[in-house]
């Protein structure tokens, strides 16, 4: 299983940004792929998260009503549509993929529960 995140970028606050995950070597269907992010001397947080078994949505609070990840069968992506950035979403961005993960609508969350990761990609919204 590989992941490639681009789409990074430097924007002001308020604008728009599309994170893509680009998937290989896995079966979507099986997997629930998640976004974490990690800023500066913080700890890494879940964002979003995608169940490939349901089709489930999943969003941390900070993101709700500005963040939309869908997923592409076709491409073999995840995408992360960001809108109204905020300098507090400045962070590293990475996807990350869990293998048939059981109870996703309580397990997205939690970093350990993901077996592949992508080498991240810097988001830095400035105010």
């Known amino acids: 299983v590989q992941l490639v995140e681009s789409g990074g970028g430097l924007v002001q606050t308020g604008e728009s940004l599309r994170l893509s995950c680009a998937a290989s070597g896995l079966t979507f269907a099986d997997y629930t792929i998640g976004w974490f992010r990690q800023a500066p001397g913080k700890a890494r947080e879940a964002v979003s998260g995608f169940s490939g078994t349901d089709g489930v949505a999943y969003y941390a609070d900070s993101v709700k009503g500005r963040f939309t990840i869908s997923r592409d069968n076709a491409k073999n992506t995840v995408d992360l549509q960001m809108r109204n950035l905020k300098p507090e979403d400045t962070a590293v961005y990475y996807c990350?993929?869990?293998?048939?993960?059981?109870?996703?609508?309580?397990?997205?969350?939690?970093?350990?529960?993901?077996?592949?990761w992508g080498q991240g990609t810097q988001v830095t919204v400035s105010s």
């Open positions: 990350a993929a869990s293998y048939l993960m059981l109870r996703p609508w309580a397990s997205w969350k939690e970093a350990g529960r993901y077996d592949n």
